[in-house]
């Protein structure tokens, strides 16, 4: 007789075996997924901003015009 569990990435049947190392999961690839998710979700609680691209002097300059146009009333003379 043979225990077989459903693959929890890719639902895919995967005998429950000493040989069958990445078990429950089907393969390392599906294994991978599993982990690269739980990772991402540990990332977004961690890191919510997005700061692997840090601002050039242009982006700076283009969001300070971009504030000031949409904040008319502090620019405004009197
Ligand atoms: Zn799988």
Partial sequence: MTLTVSCPTCQQQVTWHEKSEFRPFCSKRCQLIDLGDWAE?????????????PLS??????????????????????
């Avoid at 979700?41 to 691209?53: D, F, N, R, Y």
């Avoid at 242009?58 to 405004?76: Q, R, S």
């Fill in 41 to 53: 979700e540990t990332h977004k609680i961690s890191q919510p901003m997005q700061s692997h691209t």
């Fill in 57 to 78: 002097e242009d982006m700076i300059d283009a969001l300070e015009d971009e504030f000031l146009l949409n904040n008319k009333f502090f620019v405004e003379p009197e």
